[in-house]
């Protein structure tokens, strides 16, 4: 479990019981929406992957590296915030220790990560672009645009 590391209070509504309601209550946990609350959720995951013997990268501390066990090749983890993607032979052993820890919600190869697109070519290499990013910021313009000229500009 993973707590925060300052005191961080709040009013008591009706899910802490009718007999709290009202009260002053103080949060011990990190919540979602916290300002610390991320940093917790990175000590503690940073302490499973060394656990794991995963170190992280001296020019990026979002990307994990170990040796595989059989010695021949190195395994990685890319971590932000709470999203992650492995890249291993063995990708499914890293994930069952990682589910040991925490719930995940989607296993599989990635089609979007971190604002990119990722295809499997029949070359069996990996395609990566940003289709679904532009065409989603695209789509923010041009709402922006249509709420502006929406309005009554006094000229």
């Known amino acids: 479990m993973m707590y925060t590391t ?19 209550i103080v949060i011990r946990k990190a919540l979602y929406g916290l300002a610390t609350s991320c940093a917790r959720f990175h000590d503690h995951l940073m302490d499973t992957l060394c656990s794991m013997d995963f170190q992280p990268m001296q020019f990026d501390r979002g990307i994990w590296i170990c040796r595989s066990e059989d010695g021949e090749s190195y395994e ?22 990682i589910q040991s820890v925490y719930t995940v919600k989607s296993i599989g190869a990635p089609d979007y990560y971190l604002g990119n697109d990722y295809k499997w070519n029949a070359k069996g290499q990996w395609n990566i672009g940003y289709k679904k990013y532009i065409a989603e910021a695209v789509s923010c313009i041009k709402q922006m645009f249509r709420k502006l000229l929406n309005h009554n500009i006094p000229m």
């Open 6 to 24: 300052g005191k961080v209070y709040d009013k008591a509504e009706l899910e802490f019981g009718e007999k709290n309601m009202g009260k002053i």
């Open 76 to 97: 990685y983890i890319c971590t932000h915030v709470d999203d992650f993607c492995i890249f291993s032979k063995h990708a499914q052993m890293v994930m069952k220790q």
